[in-house]
């Protein structure tokens, strides 16, 4: 299994609403990560685990809260988000990189957030 | 030819003839480049790397260069093919597990 898997794949919610997003992988990766991507733009960074735990938060609302349960798992918890946080939010899996050889990021196909 | 919209630079070319995306990074301390293609509705897909001991590394109908001296990296696609079509990324990483950072992104237009 070479893929990442994201589900849903399109989520409309309200500004009140509670809901997560979920990241699935089987390739034996430890770094796991959530990029959010606004249109026309580049993904932009949010967390980073590392061996199941919060390496890198980049400063974002506390209205999104990561969870990685297991080295397999990564979910995205939302509540009380805005419409501008409306955007395709994409999970990446990576191993680590060593001297051997270095990596790329496998990616999802994202789940595309609307918040009315 | 290139153009340059409000947020996404734009190449159109001729099916067949070769493309060269160019990217400009930000890190001088940079060792690890990776070039990402995104298609429509997906996820970025990872094409090509290099390492900053390199100046240049071939795959199949791809080519990147690295140039340290300027901070700039540039894709090549021979004989452009449809489904080439999408947007490209290029993303850069410093030894010692920084995530990466990517840059502005070109989308790809081919013209049949």
């Known amino acids: 299994d070479t893929e990442v898997t994201q589900t849903p794949k399109h989520l409309v919610m309200g500004m009140t609403n509670k809901k997560s997003l979920k990241c699935e992988q089987h390739?034996?990766?430890?770094?796991m990560y959530w990029y959010k991507q606004k249109a026309k733009k580049p993904p932009e960074l949010m967390f980073v685990?590392?061996?199941?735990?919060?390496?890198i938060n980049e400063s974002v609302p506390s209205r999104f809260s990561p969870e990685c349960p297991n080295s397999s798992l990564l979910n995205l918890h939302l509540h009380a988000l805005q419409p501008e946080d409306s955007a395709l939010y994409l999970c990446?899996?990576?191993?680590?990189?060593?001297?051997?050889?270095?990596?790329?990021?496998?990616f999802g196909s994202g789940t595309r957030l609307t918040v009315v | 030819g290139e153009s340059v919209g409000l947020h996404l630079p734009t190449l159109s070319v001729q099916e067949g003839d070769n493309s060269i995306i160019n990217c400009a990074y930000s890190n001088s301390a940079s060792d690890y480049f990776i070039w990402y293609k995104q298609e429509s509705g997906k996820g970025p897909q990872f094409i090509i790397d290099?390492?900053?001991?390199?100046d240049k590394r071939q795959g199949q109908r791809v080519t990147v260069l690295l140039n340290k001296t300027v901070k700039h990296l540039s894709l090549q696609i021979a004989a452009t093919q449809p489904g080439d079509s999408a947007v490209y990324f290029c993303a850069e990483n410093l030894w010692g597990n920084t995530p990466l950072v990517f840059g502005k992104g070109t989308r790809l237009s081919v013209i049949a």
């Open positions: 990446a899996s990576s191993q680590e990189r060593s001297i051997i050889g270095d990596y790329g990021y496998t």
């Open positions: 685990y590392s061996y199941e735990k919060l390496s």
């Open positions: 290099i390492r900053s001991n390199m």
């Open positions: 390739m034996g990766h430890r770094a």
